[in-house]
């Protein structure tokens, strides 16, 4: 059997779990999603990248591509349907080097600052610089 390829990964998704409202988690069972497969449904269904480009910004070929993208949406669908929790880790990835920053917005005190693009933590867990409140939202 092939060793599977690294995908290229180049954004981490915000948030890495969910659950049906009003239920306690431990009540439901749990589908997990790759990180890869939340990047390809970030190209395709959130950014609209045909398959063939986004196939390329991950480093894999155009079929490779659509089975990952076709696992998360059967996944997620199952999460929908079935009333389960989903649950984003793992995989076979690893992070593209970006260029660029992530700028960042504090909920609390509206202070926005600017993160180069392969430091600091993930944006669930970015902390104000201003008045250090641990919640703050990543602005475009």
Known sequence: MRPIKDRQVECIPPVAQFKPVGTPLFAVDEIVVTVEEMEAIRWADIEGMDQGPAAERMGISRPTFHRVLTKAHTKIAEFLW?????????????????????????????????????????????????CGAQAAARTR
Request: hydrophobic share 20%; charged share 20%.
């Open 82 to 130: 079935q009333g389960k929790s989903l649950r984003i880790e793992g995989g076979n990835y690893r992070m593209k080097k970006c260029s660029g920053v992530r700028t960042f917005s504090c909920n609390n005190c509206s202070h926005t600052w600017d993160v180069p693009h392969g430091e600091g933590g993930r944006g669930c867990q970015m902390i104000c610089p201003q």
